[in-house]
């Protein structure tokens, strides 16, 4: 029986899979053979469903049910309800917080959903993405094939142009452009690069496209091949995606059997070839000109442009380096033609972006909305809001090189140039939330300790500027601040923004810069009153005893440095210069008599 | 290496597998059989599976085969629903994997129920 009347789609993105879905898959099969039903009922690995933190996510068609948190015993119920009687298994359904559901949900109902536009992530958690038909079922290859059999590379690269894709790797440069520079190269040897190499904390968009739709992204290398004039290209994807590196090298291997890549594609006397080079995660290797020598073998460490890659670039080739994500959008953009892709979007910035939502929200996952959406949609009505009933207080966007955005300018739309105005960027699209008990200076300090842990030495303003701002950053948040910190702050970022090599060092002092922009108050806070108003830096607490203590004596037992004294049934005191601010008083006191401030 | 009739032919033939999971469902013949304890004892499995034989053998598209509940009317288990993308639905009752095969051809793929297993005519009869 090749048909089956149900499909059964389990996620095997990244995050369901160490939440346990190949357990569940395995028990699947397993049910599934006990009732019998193993040959009406097909099982099915997908990619990432975007919800990772209901994860692991199972749905059942042709209901579209949308089950989350499965668990192995789950299974069982899920196999003898609904798979064999047909009664959706009410429980399991997938529940937003706060939100009452009392109706059947299926997947493109509920909120997290219904305001998204899928684009770049149509077929992740759709198709099979180990299984090449699936992908040409939902219109694979099709793109290609009228590339190269009914247009030629000016055309191409045309409805490139016209589209309006800019880069969603961060930078936002036109897509169509990039294309015309390598395609006016002259070379022997062309090459085309698909970045993979996501290194923002946060962010894993490209990941979740590999893992659900390689083919997809092999389909535009082989366009944008055609488009230049390359016969060859990379995929430069971080060795620490296992997934990703497996599917897409099965991608390739499938593609080549069915004669989509290699010589004369289709018949059209194009020859195209693809090599996947995993990167040993350094963070600069995602910058184009770093990745380019690394895949060469070389040490990864970034050239002044000019000369662009375009015009020497691989291997001293020219070459056209996308993002993953970049390249998802082109075989609709073809398929679809510049209009459809313009109808979405706003004037400058067409088209979908997929965010990666992390932090102080409820929804963690991966969200695709149309660009102009403004934060507070993606915040409140995708992302659930902020849990715990706390106060939203910033979002980072842009990851290490964005910028954190308040609350007051929720309404901002996300396109890329008002989130440049407003001193973040769209970077690759990580967003991570924080709430009022995340204090922004110490936000500022971590993105700089990245930075710093990362930048490749090479250039002076990026392997010293940013350390010592990262020992300024250190001492305010230690309570050693002083006056003029800010200034000094300030000026070494502008110096660095100004003369750093790579856009690593250009953009390493955007968390700094912005906060302050939007924070100072709390920046002063810690230099002038030693006071952390999130009450988060730990050396700046203070632990203090109020009149409710009973001299329980609770508190003494619990403190690991024996900082607190006091007489049974009598006030206790903390001595200051012994106290660890470890808070281990504060949660064994059942008088709520203990204060931080 | 493929050629394009080929790939047309595995777009064609996997479409098939997975229609089911296409946004343009409402297009398709649904076919509702009663799946609870007395369906099941009453041999709802084997017309179950005789109707996904049937479409299978026959490349349906846009022929959904799902189960339900029961209805109340156990004495006339198997119990078949058969909606068409209009609306229509008719109920047909005793079915066993023979007549899963006919109400197949004659209703799902020429569109002409076929009487005699319809309810009505079961009531009739009583």
């Known amino acids: 029986m090749d048909i089956f009347r149900s499909h059964v789609l389990l996620c095997g993105g990244t995050g369901c899979t160490s939440s346990g879905s190949e357990q569940l898959l395995e028990h699947l099969n397993l049910k599934l053979k006990e009732y019998d039903l193993d040959r009406e009922i097909k099982p099915i690995r997908t990619g990432c469903f975007g919800l990772c933190e209901a994860g692991p996510i199972v749905i059942v068609y042709p209901e579209g049910t949308f089950y989350s948190h499965v668990t192995v015993s789950d299974i069982d119920e899920i196999v003898a309800e609904h798979l064999l009687k047909g009664r959706i298994v009410k429980r399991l359904l997938h529940q937003e917080k706060d939100v009452d559901h009392t109706v059947d949900m299926a997947l493109d109902q509920i909120p997290f959903y219904k305001h998204q536009t899928r684009v770049a992530l149509r077929n992740c958690g759709v198709i099979d993405p180990e299984n090449i038909d699936e992908y040409l079922a939902f219109d694979g290859y099709k793109a290609m094939q009228k590339a190269l059999l009914e247009m030629t590379p000016e055309q191409v690269i045309d409805t490139v142009s016209q589209s309006g894709l800019r880069g969603r790797g961060g930078g936002g440069f036109p897509t169509g452009q990039k294309w015309k520079f390598a395609r006016a190269s002259q070379g022997e040897r062309k090459f085309v690069i698909c970045n993979a190499d996501e290194g923002d904390p946060g962010a894993f968009m490209d990941r979740s496209v590999l893992e659900g739709d390689p083919h997809c992204v092999l389909e535009a290398m082989i366009i944008n091949g055609y488009a230049i004039g390359a016969n060859e290209g990379y995929v430069y994807v971080r060795a620490e995606y296992p997934i990703a590196v497996k599917r897409l090298g099965m991608a390739i291997d499938q593609a080549k059997e069915y004669g989509l890549l290699g010589k004369n594609i289709l018949g059209s006397g194009f020859d195209f070839d693809v090599h996947i080079r995993e990167g040993a995660g350094a963070f600069v290797c995602g910058e184009e000109t770093a990745l380019m020598v690394s895949i060469q073998g070389e040490r990864g460490e970034p050239h002044p442009k000019p000369p662009f890659p375009a015009v020497r670039g691989l291997f001293d080739a020219p070459t056209n380096i996308n993002n993953v994500e970049t390249y998802a959008n082109i075989p609709q953009i073809l398929l679809h033609g510049p209009t459809w892709f313009r109808s979405m979007g706003t004037e400058k910035s067409a088209g979908t972006k997929v965010f990666a939502l992390g932090g102080k929200i409820n929804n963690t996952g991966l969200v695709e909305v149309p660009m102009g959406t403004p934060l507070r949609t993606v915040i409140y009505d995708i992302g659930g809001g902020i849990p715990n009933g706390r106060a939203f207080k910033a979002v980072q966007t842009g990851g290490p090189s964005g910028g954190c955005i308040p609350a007051d300018l929720l309404d901002v739309p996300i396109e890329y140039d008002s989130l440049t105005q407003i001193g973040s960027m769209m970077g690759s699209g990580g967003m991570i939330v924080m709430d009022e008990d995340n204090c922004m200076v110490d936000i500022a300090r971590f993105f700089l300790d990245f930075t710093v842990d990362e930048s490749c030495g090479k250039c002076t303003p990026c392997r010293i500027g940013t350390k010592r701002m990262l020992e300024i950053l250190d001492r305010i948040v230690s309570g050693r601040g002083r006056d003029g910190d800010l200034e000094k702050l300030e000026k070494l970022a502008h110096n660095i923004k100004a003369t750093a090599l790579c856009g690593l060092g250009q953009t390493a002092p955007n968390p700094v810069l912005s906060t302050i922009r939007y924070f100072r108050e709390e920046y002063e806070a810690h230099i002038h009153d030693h006071k952390c108003p999130a009450s988060h830096c730990r050396a700046l607490l203070e632990y203090l005893i109020g009149e409710n203590c009973r001299g329980c004596t609770a508190c003494v037992k619990a403190c690991p440095v024996g900082a607190i004294t006091g007489e049974p049934r009598g006030l206790h005191i903390i001595d200051q210069n012994k106290c660890i601010k470890c808070g281990a008083c504060k949660e064994k006191c059942r008088f709520d008599a203990i204060s931080r401030h | ?126």
């Open chain 2, 1 to 126: 290496m493929k050629t394009l009739e080929e790939l047309e032919a595995i777009r064609q033939k996997t479409l098939a597998r997975i229609s089911l999971r296409k946004e343009d469902k409402e297009e398709a013949v649904r076919v509702v059989i009663g799946m609870a304890t007395c369906g099941i004892a009453a041999g709802a499995r084997p017309v179950l599976t005789a109707f996904m034989d049937e479409i299978g053998r026959r490349h349906l598209r846009n022929v959904q085969v799902t189960q339900t509940g029961c209805v109340g009317m156990c004495r006339l288990e198997p119990m078949v629903d058969v909606i068409t993308p209009d609306g229509n639905k008719v109920t047909y009752v005793k079915v066993n994997p023979e007549k899963a095969r006919m109400i197949v051809a004659d209703h799902v793929v020429n569109g002409h129920p076929v009487t005699e297993y319809t309810i009505g005519a079961a009531e009739q009869q009583a």
